[in-house]
């Protein structure tokens, strides 16, 4: 470029030194400087795109340049990312390795909880089978007792309920005891020998004799033996249990006695017919695996 414009700056005098001094004609003379416009015009365009393509040329070093930065970065994080998924990896297998212990152990858990589902399902069921037992035997027990105890249960003497599993034979104890007498009396030996003919047959039940009273205090004449209604109260369930262990021949570790006193009535104590009904002997059969209770 730098040529060609040396070029044209000689020769353009030189040209018109040359037609002022020969003989050319005005026709080629105007031809010749429109030759030479035409140059110095196309002159002007390939410094135009020198100049241009000198900036481009600038411009594209300079974008290489940051090419070369941009890509010297791309590398280094290409070589954090890697360095990053080779440590996931080895996580990823150490987690994977510690994973299939846990589903091991979980499988291992599972199929001894099924077992043991399996066992209990199986207890269950004989649970179920001796309930069932159980009830069918305290049935019998209650449909024994209401035969034997006909009589008494008409007068009103003994009431025989089956509840929750639960049966209670209700006795007042004037058909057991004398007005302020421990020892059982004729009548009621009768009606405890026939209780215990059916109580003897009883098999996995408990046998709980509770003693109740009415709220009237120890005459003057027992506070000495029984200073209050407990110790009436458990007297004389003590001599119930007696009588079934030693003469009707009950297994002992069935019984037990318990002396309630005036605590649980269930009728009120301000009439004679409800006092006569809280002073009572209950005989409760409760099956083993439930805590003997007398209280309904």
């Not at 399996?118 to 024994?144: C, F, G, H, P």
């Not at 008409?154 to 005891?177: A, C, N, S, Y």
């Not at 605590?263 to 809280?278: C, D, F, H, L, V």
Request: charged content about 30%; some cysteine; glycine content about 4%.
């Amino acid at each position: 470029m730098n040529l060609i414009v040396k070029i044209c700056s000689v020769t353009l005098p030189a040209l018109t030194m040359v037609l002022l001094m020969g003989c050319v004609s005005k026709q080629e003379y105007l031809m010749k400087v429109e030759e030479s416009e035409r140059s110095i015009n196309e002159l002007e365009t390939l410094r135009s795109e020198y100049h241009t393509l000198r900036t481009k040329m600038d411009n594209s070093e300079k974008e290489k340049t940051d090419l070369k930065v941009r890509i010297v970065s791309l590398k280094q994080e290409i070589d954090r990312l890697q360095e990053e998924r080779t440590n996931l990896e080895e996580i990823l297998e150490s987690e994977s390795s510690l994973l299939g212990k846990q589903v091991s152990e979980l499988r291992s858990k599972n199929n001894r909880l099924k077992q043991e589902n399996e066992n209990l399902l199986t207890k269950v069921t004989a649970l179920e089978v001796e309930r069932d037992e159980e009830v069918q035997e305290m049935r019998r027990t209650y449909d024994d007792l209401l035969v034997d105890m006909r009589a008494e249960i008409d007068k009103g003497k003994i009431t025989i309920t089956q509840l929750e599993g639960k049966l209670k034979v209700d006795m007042v104890d004037e058909i057991l005891f004398d007005s302020g007498e421990t020892t059982i009396k004729p009548e009621g030996i009768q009606v405890l020998e026939r209780v215990g003919k059916v109580l003897l047959n009883v098999k996995d039940q408990t046998i709980n004799i509770a003693g109740h009273t009415d709220n009237v205090p120890i005459g003057p004449d027992l506070v000495n033996q029984y200073p209050t209604n407990w110790e009436l109260s458990a007297a004389r369930a003590t001599s119930v249990a007696r009588y079934l262990q030693d003469i009707c021949g009950i297994d002992p570790r069935l019984i037990s006695a318990t002396g309630y006193g005036q605590y649980q009535p269930i009728e009120s104590n301000k009439t004679e017919k409800g006092r006569a009904r809280n002073r009572r002997i209950e005989i409760v059969l409760v099956p083993k695996e439930i805590t003997p209770t007398a209280k309904k």
